[in-house]
């Protein structure tokens, strides 16, 4: 039996900031984002949002009535989350109207969160072949103003729906895994913004990747001819550009080639948004579906995942008959996202730093169909208009 990806939704704030106006505002060339860093858009999340609406945007579409019936299991994957104690996931199926006798858990190892949810939810339906699996990777990337971190920060969600007979990308059963106790990236309790030792989480990173990969290979003994693209988590689109020189490192031109151009379609949703945590890797994912113009049917994706602390895992899928006509589109909407200058990302930033026990939110002026309106007595007010 087949299992993996029958669709994926992805959302983000209808603002950004660009990276060109960051770079000058904080005297910095600006291709030292735009190239050195590899990203030209940086998604801005106004208080109104979190990760609860950002996964319901994300969630609803892709979801139908029959989907929802169906869903068994919500496995919501963030280290933004907004209760220590209650599950993000408690919220979301409240707002997207799922049923009540269903499970719905939260997952938290850095941005690797996503992947041990979707390995999760193959387990799932190995046993439950006629229920479906909600997977959902939401995150806000935060290190604070006029930081190093600070041009690699955004946020978003990235919805997957699990099923038998899945219609875009079926999962294979060989995967390499990789967990060691390192101290690369940290947000403490209590603390809004990450911590983070960025050059060496970056080798870390990049150490990883190789370990699991060669594994792969070993374990399957599949080589890189195998694979019609590899796909990164993408903290910012060059860490993931230095995996794929690595990887191709000493292959066939053709190959090496190939693989980096079809890099250059995962990675293209990426460069627009900004660090996406969880959901950086099924972001790429979906920015080549959609972007990509050789991909077909029956050919093979190889996946690298990585959650600083750290945990990393390679593993792999084959693309379904028809899988193009899955995809939902998400050009458009990233293109039509309106532009903030600096000082109102700025003012949008520090605004969503609050532990305030009692505060309303400006959400009518947010195009979203899901907000936060508020907190009261320390719960959290959400609204599906």
Known sequence: MKIGIDKIGFATSNL?????????????????YLIGIGQSKMAVIPPSQDVVTLAASAASKI?????????????????????????????LSELLGLKANIRAIELKQAC????????????????????????????????????????????????????????????????????????????????MEALVDGKYSSNVYLDFFQEVFSAYQSKT???LQDF??????????KMGLKALRLAIEGADDQIATHLSHEFEA??????????????????????????????????????????SGAEGEFYSGILQPGFERMLCGHAAALKA?????????????????????????????DA???????????????LAK
Do not use: C
Request: negative net charge; charged residues 20%.
């Open 112 to 191: 690797y969160g996503a992947t041990a949810g979707l390995q999760l939810a193959k387990g799932h339906i190995a046993l439950n072949p006629q229920s479906k699996v909600l997977v959902i990777g939401a995150d806000i990337a935060r290190y604070g103003l006029n930081t190093p971190g600070e041009p690699t920060q955004g946020g978003g969600a990235v919805a997957l729906l699990v099923t038998a007979n899945p219609r875009i990308l079926a999962l294979e059963e060989d995967a390499s895994y990789l967990t060691k106790d390192i101290m690369d990236f940290w947000r403490p309790l209590g603390h």
């Open 337 to 365: 996202r309106t532009k903030v200058s600096v000082a109102e990302y700025e003012q949008l930033y520090k605004a969503g730093l609050t532990l305030a026990a009692d505060i309303d939110f400006d959400w009518q002026n």
């Open 221 to 223: 003994g599949l080589q």
């Open 266 to 307: 995962a990675r293209s949703y990426n460069r627009q948004v900004g660090n996406l945590y969880t959901g950086s890797l099924y972001l790429s994912l979906l920015s080549l579906l959609e972007n990509s113009d050789s991909l077909r049917a029956g050919q093979r994706l190889g996946l690298f995942s990585y959650g």
């Open 16 to 32: 950004y900031v660009d990276m060109t106006e960051l770079a000058e505002a904080r005297n910095v060339d600006p291709n030292k």
């Open 63 to 91: 979801l139908t009535a029959d989907d929802k019936d169906q869903v068994e299991l919500v496995l919501f994957a963030t280290e933004s989350g907004v209760d220590n104690s209650k599950s993000a996931a408690a919220y």
């Open 228 to 237: 019609a693209a590899l796909l990164f988590h993408l903290p910012y689109t």
């Open 368 to 382: 979203s169909a899901y907000v936060l309106t508020g907190i009261k007595a320390n719960q959290r007010q959400y």
